[in-house]
Each structure stands twice: as structure tokens, then as C-alpha cells.
């Protein structure tokens, strides 16, 4: 059963080098969760989550940088994603969190733990390796601006439907809460080996793997699972958003693992 928890979350910011991190903070009396979406997302992505987990967990979701309401940063390298969430913590006085992490979110995730192992009580994983090889080219062929939301809508193409919460209007017209070139210079900063991340941790670890992902194989989730002490996997019937594609699943599957800790 659904929490009372407010469908509009309380919308905050925190500095950093100059740059303005936006967030979501959902509230609540319980146990604070940081959420780091994936590439194109943004920290609404969410919502439905932070109203499953209810009053035992506070979901912090993080527009990551170049993302959502965030600002635009000099560079999108491992170590500035990572400086972020932990900063994000920091400013709220929060020394020990529950990390759940899509894709990009995920890496961001482990590694954050890996560097800051005082921030990090338990992670969550969605569909991503400890190897990664990713490519976002498609994406340079969407528009910039468009005069319209529908023109901007139909030059998006089949990716529109995944998109639509992306749009915003700009005084040049509309647009995405992102540029496309960013996500591939982030895109190719995550691409590679990072396997001394992802076993540098021993908090207790949930790997979530979409059954049909083309992203993370289910032999490399396996293996993940095998290496890394404190690791458990579950597949669900998904492809790579799972939290998207089975909500209730998802939120079931994450409300175990973080009612057993």
C-alpha cells in the first residue's frame, strides 16, 4: 500500500564549485535513500518509488549535473558525478545512506561508495555493469530547438515517448532538459572497467537486472553478484528501466532488501 507521502516532493538546491544541484526530497520521518537516475532522466523518475518505500525511507532524488533543473557542468568525468552526490549528503548533514542508482545512477552509485564508504550504508544497482560500453551517438540527431512541443515531439521520433518528460519551452523555443553532446562526452567518461569500484565496497548490495536488458547480460550480473561480498541479484521482467517498466515489482523487490538490513 501506497505511503501518504505528497506527490509533489519539496524541490531544493545545493551549491557546488558555483553550480546549482537541483533535487527532489520527498520527506518523510524514515531512513534517507539518495536516487540517481540515468542518462536523458531526471530525479522524478522516481516519484512512484519514493511513494511505494512510504514514511521508513526519505527518497532524495538528485538531478544529476548537465540533467533536469541542474546546472550545466565544465565536464562530466567519473570523479565529478561522484563529488556531487556526495556533496548533495554532505549539505544535508546526512553521514550514512541507503544509494539507489539507474545505469549511469548506478556506477555513480558504487563508486560513491567506493570513495566515500562513510557516506554509504546499502546500494541498489539497476541494470548496470562493473564493465561498461555504452553508445549515445542517436541521440546528436534529435533537435536542438524546435518552434513548437509537437514539432520538437515528432523530430524526437520513435525515442518521444521515452522523452516526454524531458521537454521544456526556452525563450528560443522548445527543447530537452539536457544537450544530447553532453550525454555523449558523460556516455564515453562512463565508458570502461570498473570493477575496482564495484568490489572496493562491502555494504549490503542489490543488483536489479531487467530479464530482457541489452545493457547489463545476465552471465555479467551473475558474475557481479558472485565477486562482491554482501551482494545479492534479482531479475525482473523488464528491459533496462526496470523501475519504469514494472513499478510495483521494482518497489517490492527494493522494499525487501532494505527492510532486511
Same mark, same amino acid.
Given at each position: 500500500?501506497? +505511503?501518504?507521502?505528497?506527490?509533489?516532493?519539496?524541490?531544493?538546491?545545493?551549491?557546488?564549485?558555483?553550480?546549482?544541484?537541483?533535487?527532489?526530497?520527498?520527506?518523510?520521518?524514515?531512513?534517507?535513500?539518495?536516487?540517481?537516475?540515468?542518462?536523458?532522466?531526471?530525479?522524478?523518475?522516481?516519484?512512484?518509488?519514493?511513494?511505494?518505500?512510504?514514511?521508513?525511507?526519505?527518497?532524495? &532524488?538528485?538531478?544529476?549535473?548537465?540533467?533536469?533543473?541542474?546546472?550545466?557542468?565544465?565536464?562530466?568525468?567519473?570523479?565529478?558525478?561522484?563529488?556531487?552526490?556526495?556533496?548533495?549528503?554532505?549539505?544535508?548533514?546526512?553521514?550514512?545512506?541507503?544509494?539507489?542508482?539507474? +545505469?549511469?545512477?548506478?556506477?555513480?552509485?558504487?563508486?560513491?561508495?567506493?570513495?566515500?564508504?562513510?557516506?554509504?550504508?546499502?546500494?541498489?544497482?539497476?541494470?548496470?555493469?562493473?564493465?561498461?560500453?555504452?553508445?549515445?551517438?542517436?541521440?546528436?540527431?534529435?533537435?536542438?530547438?524546435?518552434?513548437?512541443?509537437?514539432?520538437?515531439?515528432?523530430?524526437?521520433?520513435?525515442?518521444?515517448?521515452?522523452?516526454?518528460?524531458?521537454?521544456?519551452?526556452?525563450?528560443?523555443?522548445?527543447?530537452?532538459?539536457?544537450?544530447?553532446?553532453?550525454?555523449?562526452?558523460?556516455?564515453?567518461?562512463?565508458?570502461?572497467?570498473?570493477?575496482?569500484?564495484?568490489?572496493?565496497?562491502?555494504?549490503?548490495?542489490?543488483?536489479?537486472?531487467? +530479464?530482457?536488458?541489452?545493457?547489463?547480460? &545476465?552471465?555479467?550480473?551473475?558474475?557481479?553478484?558472485?565477486?562482491?561480498?554482501?551482494?545479492?541479484?534479482?531479475?525482473?521482467?523488464?528491459?533496462?528501466?526496470?523501475?519504469?517498466?514494472?513499478?510495483?515489482?521494482?518497489?517490492?523487490?527494493?522494499?525487501?532488501?532494505?527492510?532486511?538490513?
Amino acid at each position: 500500500m501506497m +505511503s501518504t507521502i505528497p506527490t509533489e516532493p519539496r524541490r531544493a538546491a545545493t551549491m557546488v564549485a558555483g553550480r546549482r544541484l537541483s533535487f527532489l526530497d520527498f520527506g518523510g520521518p524514515g531512513r534517507p535513500l539518495l536516487a540517481l537516475h540515468g542518462h536523458f532522466g531526471e530525479g522524478r523518475t522516481f516519484t512512484r518509488l519514493a511513494r511505494e518505500l512510504g514514511d521508513s525511507w526519505r527518497v532524495i &532524488a538528485l538531478d544529476q549535473r548537465g540533467h533536469g533543473y541542474s546546472d550545466r557542468p565544465a565536464d562530466f568525468s567519473r570523479t565529478g558525478y561522484v563529488e556531487d552526490a556526495a556533496s548533495v549528503l554532505k549539505d544535508l548533514g546526512i553521514d550514512g545512506a541507503a544509494v539507489l542508482g539507474h +545505469s549511469l545512477g548506478g556506477v555513480n552509485a558504487y563508486q560513491l561508495a567506493a570513495r566515500y564508504p562513510g557516506l554509504v550504508d546499502a546500494l541498489v544497482v539497476e541494470d548496470i555493469g562493473a564493465e561498461v560500453s555504452g553508445d549515445l551517438s542517436f541521440s546528436l540527431a534529435w533537435p536542438y530547438r524546435a518552434p513548437t512541443r509537437v514539432e520538437l515531439l515528432e523530430g524526437l521520433g520513435p525515442s518521444a515517448s521515452y522523452l516526454k518528460g524531458a521537454v521544456r519551452e526556452y525563450p528560443d523555443g522548445w527543447g530537452l532538459a539536457f544537450d544530447p553532446k553532453d550525454m555523449n562526452d558523460s556516455q564515453r567518461h562512463l565508458n570502461g572497467d570498473h570493477w575496482d569500484d564495484w568490489l572496493a565496497s562491502d555494504c549490503p548490495a542489490l543488483l536489479i537486472r531487467g +530479464s530482457r536488458s541489452t545493457v547489463l547480460s &545476465a552471465t555479467h550480473a551473475k558474475d557481479m553478484a558472485a565477486r562482491r561480498r554482501h551482494a545479492q541479484l534479482v531479475e525482473l521482467p523488464a528491459g533496462h528501466t526496470v523501475h519504469e517498466t514494472v513499478p510495483s515489482e521494482f518497489a517490492a523487490a527494493v522494499k525487501g532488501f532494505l527492510g532486511s538490513l
